[in-house]
């Protein structure tokens, strides 16, 4: 079903294309997507979705307008190429610009990622599906004392461009679910799985670990602000990644001389355990086949053996670095805010798990994820995030109580840098934040130790 | 679809124990330049339906971007399968009680922003960029312009039917400046950082900010900062004004008292919040300086509308006095939770396909009688100034938060002294404000807006203003970062 419906995405984009002209590039999104939240184990609020976004990106005279419609009926259309060729005149008007045009791929000879294959069985989004997870997470958090808050969420999203010189098409699955379970003292613990797939989602194996993490025994400890060794799991390190991507590896920022590695390509800037790269066909990502430009996802190495090897580009981001797209547009033309990798993979190392990863610390804190993580200078690149649901001290190898939750404030090349250790396992981490149209994507990492991490306060 | 939107909530009406329906219509206009060229030019538009239901305490929405009566019909059944699939919601309770919210409004706009040739709009970010471009040492010249305008008609089995079109416009500057080496990047914005400033009004507010006025001050400072002393750690006597205090009453007082969080509905994303429910009238959220009012209805506001998403009539809602707590913002869920007699008005969605949650009307910091910035200054002897935010975090709590601005200047001798980068500072929300002991008078209040409040799932960003004037604030943690 899902590839009659892509081939009508398909056609209308294609139909776009030819009303805006040569050179325009017309992306069609349609996504089809529900959400189901919870809190104190009962549902609350549910959200189902079904719309399509057309976009149009005008060419003239180096410089791109662009304009969006809603409304798929041919004078709606029309209309959209209207205020985008408007747009692109009027930006035109400001002086020749750098842009070199859509559609053409710069480097034909490099394999490019696979069309992603979506989930029939994702895409019918039944909420019934949804609804026993939720009462399976209840059931759960019941029977272990605690209450469960979270989101079951799965959607179908069908993406395509096209161009007068070419087009392309595919239609995606994605589901996530997590549980945050608040224990009766106010302790809590958090679980969560993202996949392609919303047969995946096990809302009661999610309640079981996150209650396990909010009822684990012992008074918690508190930490004065200080340097500590640290065990992020892998929901930690996705967000630490994630906040990375943006202060490195944004061509845009990298070209202005504003990014964290810019005059760093070449050089050491992390641990020789590091291996970081954008794998957008990597079969543990939540797959893609091409950008916001129609321009080919290829694998981009970011980090090898702790070296800097190269950051994301868009078409115009490249231009004014003088290289070509890596794929990965945000918007057609170029994002306000920059190239960026969203099929992020670190790979992981011998560890067998957060155990032992804990072994070599005497005194330390193991993070379960981060929250409020932001970064407050991207040239250093400085970060600061707080832990939340599931932080506990490390004493003598391994752990033994809960923590207080802490802020911590630090570098977060430093802190790659400062990675002793990574587990073997990887694992596809998000925080299902799904804004504006929905692109859901994620970080597959493992966890990993830290000899240093520097906290500046306490949390929560 | 004043026709379509009754005869779907009759039909809802039989079916679920209440309904309401939301026609959205959305138009946006972004523009901005960067180094002299065009950096964006969007023009955005969609429109459509969103259906919500209650069944047995269950909610079930449902938004379709399809404008037909098919469209809608669709929707409303998918809203119901989707409430009557969840588990059963034990313990809830019926809405707070509202009159039929009736008539139709449209938000002052002088001169339409959309009405305006791109072309114009395009000239007034030139002139900015070339006020920046006289300053030799900025590497990145960025100017904005922006404008929405949003159209809704809302339909409830409650017996509203109501029609508003809220109309925004503003922009920003921002200059960034590299050290020769590249070790140091340093920016400067006007009126603000993180899209500017934005005004429920029309293009006159765009005009209004003179932006290529401010533009050579902003180039010069960012240039300034690169080599400025960095703000030393230790504790200080700090002042806040403009968008930073502006964010700092939005993230440790606004969002702690959605009472949504306060009830644990947001426990699973946004957080939860240390006030407790029953605490109006007995928590001390800071000194007696410190009063706060949540108004839907301050003139120029982004969190000002006639009726919110749920069909309540917005109005000023007291939040703090005299440094107790007074009151929450609320929805009609919430607000019959815990014995309120009515909704603060406080649901909001982003479009139509977003189901609305309790939000931030124009959180506001009431004016004091310090006088103005330069009296309060004056009144310091030593201390911190801090403007226009760079970096902000806060825990799920809302209780200990870490802010940066762009810049601050040193205050020695009751004068404005010299300039400091990477200006951080840290608190906990209560001790904070109670440490607050001058407020700046009347005439030093603004309203600044802020544009990026994410919030809900799927994700939602909502838009609102913050008025407040200069406050000072004593003991305060700073140079952590």
Same mark, same amino acid.
């Not at chain 1, 925080?431 to 306060?457: I, K, N, Q, W």
């Not at chain 2, 029953?278 to 108004?295: M, W």
């Not at chain 2, 806060?394 to 040193?410: H, K, P, Y």
């Given at each position: ?11 209308? *984009? ?8 040569? %050179? ?5 999104? &349609? ?29 003239? %005279? ?20 209207? &205020? ?5 005149? !009027? ?20 394999? &490019? ?15 019934? !599906? ?6 399976? *997470? ?36 994605? *589901? ?9 003292? %106010? ?68 070209? $202005? ?25 990597? /079969? ?36 004014? !670095? ?6 990965? !547009? ?71 109580? /809960? ?27 998000? $925080? ?29 | ?21 939301? +026609? ?29 239901? #209650?069944?047995? =305490? ?95 008609? +809302? ?57 290529? #006025? ?59 919040? +240390? ?9 001390? +959220? ?11 209805? @301050? ?43 009515? @909704? ?69 001798? =009751?004068? #404005?002294?010299?300039?400091? #980068? ?26 600044? @807006? ?32």
């Amino acid at each position: 079903m899902w590839r009659s419906a892509l081939r009508e995405v398909s056609e209308l *984009a294609e139909q776009a294309a030819s009303l805006a002209g040569p %050179g325009a590039l017309a992306g069609v999104t &349609r996504e089809r997507s529900l959400t189901l939240r919870f809190a104190a184990n009962r549902p609350t609020q549910s959200t189902a979705v079904e719309d399509v976004t057309v976009e149009i990106a005008a060419v003239q %005279g180096g410089r791109v307008g662009r304009a969006t419609t809603n409304a798929v009926d041919t004078d709606a259309l029309a209309d959209c190429v209207r &205020r985008a060729r408007g747009a692109a005149r !009027a930006a035109a008007g400001t002086g020749e610009g750098s842009f070199p045009g859509f559609g053409l791929d710069r480097d034909p000879g490099t394999p &490019r990622a696979a069309p992603a294959r979506p989930d029939s069985a994702t895409a019918e989004l039944a909420p019934g !599906a949804g609804g026993a997870q939720l009462e399976a *997470a209840f059931t759960a958090a019941r029977a272990a004392g605690v209450e469960a808050h979270g989101i079951w969420t799965a959607g179908e999203v069908r993406r395509t461009w096209a161009t007068d010189a070419g087009a392309g098409a595919e239609g995606t699955t994605d *589901a996530f679910m997590k549980v945050i379970c608040l224990a009766p003292g %106010g302790r809590s613990g958090y679980a969560a799985h993202t996949a392609r797939a919303s047969a995946e989602l096990d809302g009661r194996a999610l309640a079981e670990e996150a209650a396990a993490k909010a009822t684990a025994p012992g008074a918690p400890a508190e930490l004065p602000p200080g340097d500590y060794p640290v065990v992020f799991e892998a929901h930690a390190v996705g967000c630490l990644l994630e906040l990375l991507a943006g202060a490195a590896f944004d061509g845009l920022a990298h070209a $202005d001389g504003r990014g964290a590695l810019s005059g760093r390509l070449g050089t050491v800037v992390a641990s020789p355990a590091i291996n970081l790269a954008d794998s957008p066909s990597s /079969p543990r990502t939540l797959t893609r086949s091409f950008d916001a430009e129609g321009t080919p996802k290829r694998p981009l190495p970011l980090i090898q053996d702790g070296v800097a090897h190269a950051v994301a580009h868009d078409i115009r981001s490249a231009a004014l !670095a003088g290289t070509v797209s890596t794929g990965h !547009a945000l918007t057609p033309g170029g994002d306000p805010y920059g190239a960026l990798p969203t099929n992020l993979v670190l790979a992981g190392g011998g560890a067998t798990g957060a155990d032992e990863l804990c072994q070599p610390i005497e005194r330390g804190i193991l993070v379960t994820r981060l929250w409020y993580a932001n970064v407050i200078r991207p040239k250093e690149p400085l970060v600061t995030a707080v832990t939340r649901d599931g932080t506990f001290l490390i004493e003598d190898g391994r752990v033994t109580r /809960p923590l207080r939750d802490l802020r911590l404030t630090d570098n977060a090349l430093e802190l790659l840098a400062r990675v002793q250790a990574l587990g073997r396992r990887q694992k596809l981490t998000s $925080d299902g934040e799904l804004y504006g149209r929905r692109f859901a994507s994620g970080v597959v990492c493992p966890a990993l130790r830290c000899g240093a991490v520097r906290f500046t306060g306490a949390a929560g | 679809m004043r026709d379509l939107l009754p005869d779907l909530i009759d039909s809802a009406a039989a079916r679920a124990d209440y309904a309401d329906a939301r +026609f959205v219509s959305t138009r946006r206009e972004r523009l901005s330049t960067r180094n002299g060229g065009l950096h964006e030019l969007d023009s955005n538009e969609c429109e459509g339906i969103g259906v919500r239901v #209650r069944l047995r =305490g269950a909610w079930g929405f449902a938004a379709t971007g399809g404008t037909g009566r098919r469209d809608a019909e669709a929707a409303l059944e998918r809203a119901l399968e989707i409430a009557a699939e969840q588990p059963a919601a034990a313990g809830s309770v019926a809405l707070a009680p509202e009159p039929p919210a009736s008539g139709a409004y449209a938000s002052p706009v002088e001169r339409d922003p959309f009405a305006v040739p791109l072309e114009d709009k395009l000239a007034v970010l030139l002139a900015a960029d070339a006020g920046i471009a006289a300053e030799p040492g900025v590497t990145l010249r960025i100017a904005r312009f922006e404008a929405l305008r949003v159209h809704k008609l +809302f339909a409830s089995t409650d017996g509203a039917l109501c029609e508003q079109t809220l109309t925004e416009c503003g922009g920003a500057l921002a200059a960034v400046a590299l050290a020769v080496d590249g070790s140091e990047s340093q920016v400067r914005s006007y009126p603000a950082s993180h899209g500017g400033q934005v005004t429920q009004a029309g293009y006159e507010q765009f005009v209004a900010l003179e932006l290529e #006025r401010h533009a050579p001050r902003v180039a010069a400072e960012a240039v300034a900062l690169v080599s400025a002393p960095a703000c030393p750690p230790g504790h200080s006597t700090l002042i806040l004004a403009g968008e930073q205090l502006g964010l700092q009453v939005h993230e440790s007082i606004g969002h702690a008292v959605e009472l949504d969080r306060v009830l644990g509905r947001e426990a699973s994303y946004a957080g939860t919040s +240390f006030v407790p429910a029953s605490a109006i009238g007995s928590l001390r +959220f800071g000194s007696e300086r410190v009063g706060v009012t949540a108004d839907a209805t @301050s003139a120029g506001g982004l969190g000002s509308y006639r009726w919110d998403d749920e069909g309540v009539e917005g109005r000023a809602v007291p939040i703090v006095r005299e440094g107790m707590l007074a009151g929450f913002l609320s929805s009609r869920e919430t607000a019959a939770e815990i014995g309120l007699e009515r @909704s603060g008005g406080c649901m909001r969605a982003e479009g139509f396909d977003r189901q609305p949650i309790v939000r931030m009307t124009n959180v506001n910091l009431d004016p004091g009688d310090a006088g103005t910035l330069d009296d309060l200054i004056a009144d310091t002897g030593e201390g911190l100034l801090i403007e226009t935010n760079r970096s902000w975090s806060i825990d799920n709590r809302r209780l200990q938060f870490q802010f940066e601005g762009e810049a601050a200047w040193e205050i020695r001798g =009751g004068e #404005r002294g010299r300039l400091l #980068r990477n200006p951080s500072y840290a608190g906990v929300t209560p001790e904070f404000w109670g440490s607050c002991d001058a407020v700046c008078s009347a005439g030093d209040w603004r309203l600044i @807006s802020l544009l990026d409040c994410g919030k809900g799932e799927p994700g939602q960003v909502m838009r609102v203003s913050h008025g407040s004037a200069p406050a000072r604030f004593r003991d305060v943690e700073v140079g952590v970062a």
